[in-house]
């Protein structure tokens, strides 16, 4: 019954023969176009003036535990941000710096220009939208729930079976209900009691599902599962997850929320939804959080939160000004070569 969900990828290097596009890898996020060319032996690619042996990938890939591909995308964008730092070195001593020491230079520079600025108040508000459940956290709902699924064009007559399932449903729940109002739910920690995609052991779970299987469903689609903290808005409260008003339904959440005053053990009655019938039983409440604009301070400065975030940011401009001005080539072998490319000892890097 989740109306929205976050997905992640991972960048990846393509190599073409003749045109190609190097996606770095972790903080190098930033997409890099790259020719083909014909490069002298030993040389996998050139990045402006820079030029990258397969000696160099290969040192790269065993001092990180990387694959071949990947470590030439590593150190391709490594040249590019180093050319981009060449174009305003910090100090005198990074011209003459080697390309890879330049760029990690450049990195330390950034951390830290990002740590002598004092944070303000817009920083601070950005910082805590995205770490809410950490730093501002509503009240949150912990539930268990039974549906008898239905859809829009389903005839009345299966909307009348589906309701005098939900009813029975919740007959054999009130046994479960007086368990858990009996039953208080388990110590944990607030971490484990926000996990992203955990659900706690729960002893009223087990009870809940056997008293739905002794309930006849037909030829009915019946779905019993709990669900993770909720607050009023909808938004489900994980840490490390962002704040989605309304990610689950409005007449679920309503019902829940109205359980608060039952407690435990709270069993709703028959809860229509766009989804079907439903009976909830409201497991736990967790407690509200807010922290004071000190207090965040605090705890952002301890994590370092703002200051990698700056760090990020400035990184990106150089490689997004790098781009615009600096041509990357890729040897039009390329894949060969790193078909080729055994990953022993580190090798010493021109």
């Given at each position: ?10 960048s ?11 996606f ?52 391709v ?24 020491s ?7 520079e ?7 600025r ?8 950005e910082a ?10 509503p009240?949150?709902?912990?539930s ?8 829009k ?35 944990r920690?607030e ?8 659900r ?5 779970d ?24 909720l607050?009023?808005?909808g ?5 490390g ?5 309304g ?16 407690g ?43 200051t ?9 401009a ?23 490319l055994?990953?022993?000892?580190a090798?010493?890097?021109?």
């Amino acid at each position: 019954m989740k109306l929205s969900t976050v997905a992640t990828s991972l960048s990846i290097v393509a190599l073409m023969a003749v045109t190609l596009i190097l996606f770095a890898c972790g903080e190098n996020s930033t997409p890099v176009a790259a020719q083909s060319a014909q490069l002298r032996e030993g040389i996998v690619a050139r990045v402006g003036a820079d030029d990258i042996s397969v000696a160099t990938v290969r040192a790269v890939a065993t001092a990180q535990a990387l694959s071949p591909a990947a470590a030439l995308n590593e150190v391709v964008v490594d040249a590019l941000f180093a050319q981009g730092a060449r174009q305003d070195p910090p100090t005198s001593e990074s011209r003459s710096a080697a390309r890879r020491s330049l760029a990690r230079q450049m990195l330390l520079e950034l951390h830290a220009q990002s740590r002598s600025r004092p944070i303000g108040a817009e920083e601070l508000d950005e910082a805590t939208k995205y770490n809410w459940t950490y730093l501002d956290r509503p009240t949150g709902y912990r539930s268990y729930h039974v549906v008898a699924m239905l859809k829009k064009e389903d005839a009345k007559a299966k909307r009348e079976k589906a309701l005098a399932f939900a009813k029975k449903a919740r007959e054999a729940l009130l046994p479960v209900a007086r368990f858990a109002r009996e039953t208080p739910a388990p110590e944990r920690s607030e971490a484990q009691r926000f996990r992203v995609g955990s659900r706690p052991y729960d002893p009223v779970d087990t009870k809940f599902e056997a008293a739905v299987e002794t309930v006849e469903k037909g030829d009915l689609e019946v779905t019993s599962q709990g669900v993770g903290v909720l607050a009023v808005d909808g938004s489900v409260i994980e840490h490390g997850a962002s704040r989605y008003p309304g990610a689950y339904d409005a007449a679920y959440v309503k019902a829940v929320v109205e359980l608060a005053d039952s407690g435990r053990g709270g069993l709703s009655e028959v809860v229509e939804s766009q989804f079907g019938y439903h009976v909830i039983m409201l497991l736990e409440i967790t407690p509200p959080k807010t922290l004071s604009r000190g207090e965040r301070l605090a705890w952002l400065k301890e994590r370092k939160i703002i200051t990698v975030q700056r760090s990020k940011e400035a990184y990106a401009a150089i490689l997004q000004s790098a781009r615009k001005t600096v041509t990357v080539e890729v040897a039009a072998n390329a894949p060969a070569l790193m078909d080729l490319l055994s990953i022993g000892s580190a090798a010493a890097a021109p």
